[in-house]
């Protein structure tokens, strides 16, 4: 592939991608691709239990979660920061990668890193960012579902010096203004809210439209 990368970001201005780097490839994860909606299973009784829990909600919330996230593949966001480090300058980068991404990615890693390393990475895992001008955060995805927490930890730690690479091939710098934009973006995300809402109004209006044409005596 090996396409140009936007660099000239959505959110804020182009980011500053200068000195010793750390890339962190991120998995994706979500929920309906994988274990699903937790689900209680009692014998007899789970219909009854399904629509207590709002089991059925939860998985379309899940599965359109997924669908509209459109996650990268593994390939692809390798790809992506191999097409970074020929835009970069950096002086040296090395690379942290989820190991959901598979044990052997570490194998499949394009070349110009330094230290490549594969670890757990859990919502709160800690980021070495007092060795690093600047990290980039790599989502399979265009908002980075469920990467809150790391983004927190890499701010607090490396204010003004993270970056996020997306699963659109776009850059920005993950500043304040950028993390409130994809807080709400993620709440839509995370809750199909408009969808949810559109379903709840085309009720009434479908049966108000189709009683003023029945009205008018069409069919």
């Known amino acids: 592939m090996n396409q140009p990368l936007e660099l000239a970001a959505r959110f804020n201005g182009p980011p500053r991608l200068v000195g010793n780097a750390l890339v962190v490839l991120c998995g994706y994860r979500g929920g309906a691709t994988r274990k699903g909606p937790w689900r209680l299973d009692v014998p007899r009784l789970g219909r009854v239990v399904d629509?207590?829990?709002?089991?059925g909600l939860r998985?379309?919330?899940a599965t359109y979660r997924d669908h509209y996230a459109n996650p990268r593949s593994r390939e692809y966001q390798l790809d992506m920061i191999q097409s970074l480090l020929g835009?970069?300058?950096?002086?040296?980068?090395d690379l942290l990668i989820d190991a959901s991404l598979g044990g052997d990615v570490e194998t499949v890693t394009p070349p110009g890193f330094g230290r490549v390393s594969v670890a757990k990475l859990a919502h709160r895992a800690s980021i070495p960012a007092d060795r690093y001008d600047t990290i980039i955060l790599t989502y399979p995805d265009?908002?980075?579902l469920s990467w809150t927490a790391m983004e927190k930890q890499a701010l607090t730690a490396a204010l003004e010096r993270v970056v996020v690479l997306n699963g659109r091939r776009r850059l920005f710098t993950l500043d304040n203004n950028a993390r409130r934009k994809l807080r709400w973006r993620r709440f839509l995300a995370n809750t199909r809210l408009v969808q949810l809402l559109a379903g709840v109004v085309a009720f009434p209006v479908g049966a108000v439209l189709a009683t003023v044409d029945g009205m008018r005596g069409r069919t």
């Not at 835009?87 to 980068?93: I, K, V, W």
Request: charged share 0%; proline share 0%.
């Open 51 to 55: 629509i207590l829990t709002l089991f």
């Open 59 to 61: 998985q379309f919330v």
């Open 87 to 93: 835009q970069a300058h950096f002086s040296t980068c």
């Open 142 to 144: 265009a908002i980075g």
